[in-house]
């Protein structure tokens, strides 16, 4: 799933968006929730070997781009088990 998401950093900050297209999103997770936000990115740092810990800020439905949206802050002091 790591090909169709599209990550946005942004400079001198611990936030970066995800930008997953919905029918692609629905096809793994029933709903828009915060929950499915936290299981896709953690997804997301395991696929891409990166040892991340993080908080979901928002996740929303982008009807313009028929995007999800979500919104991560990035906890750089601790390390997520991808295990």
């Not at 800020?57 to 313009?64: A, S, T």
């Amino acid at each position: 799933m790591k090909d169709v998401i599209f990550k946005t950093v942004v400079q001198g900050s611990s936030i970066i968006f995800l930008d997953i297209p919905q029918d692609d999103f629905y096809y793994e997770y029933n709903n828009i929730s915060i929950d499915a936000a936290k299981k896709l990115t953690k997804s997301y740092f395991r696929e891409k070997d990166e040892n991340r810990d993080f908080d979901i800020v928002d996740v929303r439905k982008d009807d313009y781009t028929n995007n999800v949206e979500i919104t991560v802050k990035l906890d750089n002091s601790k390390r997520l088990s991808l295990v």
